[in-house]
């Protein structure tokens, strides 16, 4: 069993984060806006999704765009504006490292900043490329361990461990304490790219496009050039230097190569036909408000139009 980043222990609300973060969100849209531009298709899933943030960027192509993430306290919270703003989302309160949906079933999806909260990347990897159809375009956002001011820390403190490959588990302080409460250890991890790179790869999920955000991430620097300029200058650094490891983030562009099984492709448009039992992958019978599992028995609620199928 992994832990999970629980956002309801604390009634966390994630919306207050991006509150004075107009660089950030614009510098992430910027990517997803052209990685999503000509791509279409059925489900498409947006894992850790929370209140939308970026529906926006991949609405347009997809007929059944999926919210899913563990928080159904968010999920509950923000439904009718979602509803209202894109009502062909669903949302579905499930757990990222046990997913409720058949395999092969997903035609493509993105992870934004919730790596972080996964301490085993390798089993979240494996259960999405499970889901994913065979040529799924997914694209997965981390924070970048080898970023350039964490590259000079280490260097003055001589700390030469800190360029192995490990993911570094990050100290959490007043401003990236997202989702637990101040002085409880949360799960904060930064990756090192190549890490992530052999992981997903492990998983056949393979790196079409590496693409570097959040360049000037830095409060003086906000305050010296405004978000517009900011951004600006974003959009040149993410053409010229997306190579390097400089910054805090990175979004790398998939494709998942996996063996044809025609047998297991679903190509159903119903939601209910492609859930299925988190726990062992099982048919699943519907009623209105439950769905129970044909094979372990295992029953999951639905409450206000949302799906609790979270399992640890
Ligand atoms: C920092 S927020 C990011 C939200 C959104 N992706 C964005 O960029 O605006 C992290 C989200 O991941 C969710 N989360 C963390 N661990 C998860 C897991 N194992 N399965 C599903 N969701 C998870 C949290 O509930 C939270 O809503
Ligand atoms: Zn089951």
Redesign the pocket.
Known sequence: M?D????DLFDYD?ST??KNRVYENNS?KLILNKEFKDKKGTFFL??????G??TDTYYKGYSHPII????LK?LQKNKDVIKKKYPNTELIA????KMPFATSSIDAGL????L???EKPED?FKESARVFKKDAFYVQEFANKMHLKAVIRAVCKLDFKFFSKEPYNHPLTRSNA??TDQGIAG?FYNFHPEDVKEKMEKCGFIITKKTGCSFFRMQSLKKIFGDNTLLQMEKVQQKLLSWTNIPPSIFYSTTLKKKNNDKLINNSEKLEDILVCPECKGKLNFTEKEATCTHCKHTYKKEKDIWDFRIM
Do not use: C
């Open positions: 992994n999970v980043a629980d956002y994630y984060y991006w992430e947006d894992i850790g999704g929370s209140y943030r970026l899913m993430d563990y928080s968010t499930a757990n990222a490292y992870m934004v900043r919730v972080h909260h996964i979240y997202e989702g799960i």
